[in-house]
């Protein structure tokens, strides 16, 4: 009889652990509930989930929001996901025809430009230009040094 009670209550935590509520019926009816201390510790509660149970917690998150937690104040720096360009829009600042280039842009950024195909570039003209990392090393003048892939003139 011992032993039917054990696979019980073993069956019933099972059963229990799935979301499954226990009742008194699901008991064998030759067997009746064990009456000494041992036996009631070790047999699981039968009463409601309470919030600590995982039935509980289950069914209170099913309905639960999303929310966003909340922040200490604005951000410390840009939070624009702008991406690099290698474009750069400026004005020439000399007369040339090549190799070498002068570029200021508006925010006074100065590009020292270096291209092999012998654009005329007239000073005071509004040019864009892609750049890349220089293939040559050589003094083209103040500034960042950069290749000059190519000119598209604005005005």
């Known amino acids: 009889m011992n032993g039917k009670l054990v696979v019980a209550a073993m069956a019933t935590v099972a059963l229990g652990g799935c979301g499954a509520q226990a009742t008194p019926t699901s008991l064998p009816s030759s067997t009746t509930p064990a009456t000494s201390s041992a036996a009631s510790s070790a047999a699981p509660s039968l009463a ?3 919030a600590s149970s995982p039935a509980a917690a289950r069914s209170s998150t ?5 929310v966003s937690p909340l922040t200490s104040g604005p951000p410390k720096g840009p ?4 991406k690099a360009t290698d474009w750069v829009v400026g004005t020439v600042t000399g ?5 070498c280039y002068g570029l ?7 590009y020292a430009l270096h291209a092999t195909g012998g654009a005329k570039l007239a ?9 890349a990392p220089a293939k040559v090393k050589m003094y083209c003048g103040p500034g960042t040094f950069l ?4 000119s598209v003139p604005l005005r």
């Not at 099913?62 to 999303?66: C, L, Y």
């Not at 939070?79 to 702008?82: E, F, G, L, W, Y």
């Open 147 to 150: 290749e000059m892939v190519e």
């Open 79 to 82: 939070t624009d996901q702008i």
């Open 95 to 99: 007369d040339s025809s090549g190799p």
């Open 104 to 110: 200021e842009t508006d925010d006074g950024k100065v």
């Open 123 to 131: 000073k005071g003209a509004r040019i864009r230009i892609k750049t």
């Open 62 to 66: 099913s309905t639960a929001i999303p």
């Open 48 to 50: 409601a989930p309470t």
